[in-house]
């Protein structure tokens, strides 16, 4: 089911509580959220990642998931990182502290732009991850234009 883990998450931030999983496995769920690629053109939920992607993770990730000088890249991320691992990371933040540099991650847990379109925004990371999504914004299904 698609909200599945969306619910699950939801209901753990309402409550206060920190999601947290295990290490990344890289293989991807049966409850994982999907994306539809055709044509070159994505299903409205896709769409939407695309958009709130663009909104909250933009200005740090770069255009389009490819990273930047300040964050890494979503699309190499989650080449290797399972939905509940992205989730924990957008739900709590993270904090990556070495010698050379102190990255951190705020936690969205609380921003319902974000929270709330979980599934969305890592359909859309995870068809440009695949390979299936180019660069630029993205034609709908059912668009003419």
Not at 16 to 40: H, I, L, M, R, T
Not at 56 to 72: E, I, K, N, T, V
Not at 127 to 145: M, Q
């Amino acid at each position: 089911m698609r909200y599945k883990s969306l619910l699950a998450v939801s209901a753990l931030v309402g409550a206060g509580a920190v999601f947290a999983v295990g290490g990344s496995s890289g293989a991807k769920a049966e409850n994982d959220p999907v994306y539809v690629v055709q044509d070159g053109r994505v299903d409205q939920h896709t769409f939407n990642g695309y958009r709130r992607y663009g909104e909250s993770c933009h200005r740090c990730h770069g255009p389009d998931g490819s990273g930047s000088s300040y964050a890494p890249s979503l699309t190499e991320s989650l080449k290797k990182m399972s939905f509940e691992d992205f989730s924990n990371v957008i739900v709590n933040g993270r904090q990556n502290v070495t010698k050379s540099q102190n990255n951190v991650m705020p936690a969205f847990g609380t921003t319902e732009d974000v929270i709330l379109y979980l599934d969305d925004i890592y359909g859309y990371l995870k068809a440009r991850s695949d390979d299936k999504l180019p660069r630029g914004r993205p034609k709908r299904l059912g668009d003419d234009s």
